[in-house]
């Protein structure tokens, strides 16, 4: 039997007031990279003793998210194929509404919120399924999920349509809201704010060599494996942890005649730590070049910049390289940090240069790169309170990569949450005995 049980499908309407854009809202070229890749999935998980009914929960998730969408209405639409010109955009009519399914299941939600190691099995079924490999197809649903003691809320959004931060601004309003609030940010979906070389063209273009069998919106070489294949655990650092990290980076690269032009982001400190342990848990040959993936939000760094309130994708890739024996050498987490400073450098140069991360060169290298996703800046934590508390737990369920991680800000609100995904057990057991070891 399943562990997570589907007792109910229903849709969330778009206020009679909310006001449509009279044409389908063409996707960006940044956006357009994401049609053939395009899940974005997480959960929130909450439990204690003051949890209110479950049917309390569900009237108030439902009717704040019909509010809730009066300013968000595109993400109640779907994402279509526009045959006349070859583009993909979002159209909304009155008549969208947002798919919202009721679940239960008998797991231990505490379990699940606390352990170190994720059940995949059951996390990947507190999020909604939705076939986004043919167009038209919805561009947002959620779930909420009946524990012993608790509820799962789970978003599955386009990624065409929405990244990170966009998802997060609007789970805020959709909180704000719940809690009687009225949400702190305004949303704009005006694609033309974001500004790239040849507009609608490149969009188009983009379209055309990614997804040419289109409204097929299949990718021709699926990217990842069965989810519940890969061991999967959370790892989280208190500002302390980070600290001492920050730390010891700078005292490895005085140490070794190569000082770090500048004192490490949180960011660039976890992210070499990371990649350190991957390069050590697997076995790589001493002259193979590791990758390093990340994702850049460009709003502030695109000229003009792109309103805070913008939702859609405005992401630009970043790519760092080092041999296996740099990253296992003493001053390896002062090298790694460099590299990765370096192509932070490279991007608030030239914050467009990477937009395409579609790189053939790129994905035949999957073996040997570790992919970095979410910021220690996303705060779940803090803004997905309904009315009955900060979330116990979040996480990305789309962690579908051997050498994947994604982070988020950390409950108390000063640390950061650093989930892993790699293919083998044993390897997982060695990465957290580097990553443990690095931190004392």
Not at 134 to 150: H, I, M, N, S
Not at 273 to 288: E, G, M, Q, S, V
Not at 417 to 437: G, P, Y
Request: hydrophobic share 45%.
């Amino acid at each position: 039997m399943s562990p997570v049980r589907i007792i109910g499908v229903s849709y969330v309407g778009v206020p009679a007031t909310a006001e449509l854009p009279p044409e389908p809202i063409k996707l960006t070229a940044m956006e357009s990279l994401w049609v053939v890749i395009p899940m974005l999935q997480h959960v929130l998980l909450y439990h204690g003793a003051d949890m209110p009914p479950f049917d309390d929960i569900l009237h108030s998730l439902k009717s704040s998210l019909a509010t809730t969408l009066g300013s968000f209405a595109p993400l109640a639409g779907r994402l279509v194929h526009l045959k006349d010109t070859g583009d993909v955009g979002i159209s909304c009519s009155p008549s969208d509404g947002v798919r919202f399914v009721v679940a239960e299941s008998d797991a231990d939600i505490r379990r699940l919120a606390g352990d170190e190691e994720h059940d995949v099995r059951v996390l990947e079924g507190l999020v909604p399924e939705v076939d986004m490999s043919e167009l038209p197809t919805a561009v947002l649903a959620v779930q909420a999920t009946r524990f012993q003691g608790g509820v799962a809320v789970g978003l599955t959004v386009h990624h065409g349509v929405a990244d990170g931060r966009s998802l997060w601004t609007f789970v805020e309003a959709w909180a704000s809201a719940c809690r009687g609030e009225i949400p702190a940010a305004t949303p704009t979906f005006d694609r033309s704010l974001v500004k790239l070389p040849a507009g609608e063209e490149l969009a188009s273009s983009i379209l055309r060599k990614i997804a040419p069998n289109l409204p097929s919106a299949a990718l021709a070489s699926p990217i990842g494996e069965d989810l519940t294949t890969f061991t999967r655990r959370t790892f989280t650092l208190d500002a302390q942890d980070i600290q001492r990290l920050k730390q010891r980076i700078v005292q490895l690269g005085e140490a070794h005649g190569t000082p770090l032009p500048r004192p490490p982001s949180a960011f660039a400190a976890i992210v070499a730590l990371a990649w350190t342990c991957f390069a050590r848990c697997k076995p790589f040959a001493a002259d193979d070049d590791l990758l390093l993936f990340f994702f850049a939000d460009t709003r502030d760094r695109l000229d003009p910049p792109v309103d805070a309130g913008y939702v859609g994708v405005c992401l630009t890739g970043c790519m760092a390289t080092l041999p296996a024996a740099e990253l296992r050498s003493e001053r390896a987490l002062a090298a790694a940090t460099l590299a990765v400073q370096d192509e932070i450098n490279k991007m608030k140069e030239d914050p467009v240069a990477g937009w395409n991360f579609m790189n053939p060169t790129l994905w035949a290298s999957l073996d040997r790169m570790m992919n970095i996703s979410g910021s220690p800046g996303f705060r779940a934590y803090q803004i997905a309170d309904f009315g009955w508390g900060k979330p116990r737990r979040t996480e990305n369920i789309r962690m579908n990569g051997d050498g994947q991680v994604a982070m988020m800000r950390a409950g108390d609100g000063q640390g950061v949450q650093v989930s892993v995904s790699l293919l083998h057990a044993a390897q997982m057991d060695d990465f957290k005995s580097h990553f443990l070891i690095f931190l004392e």
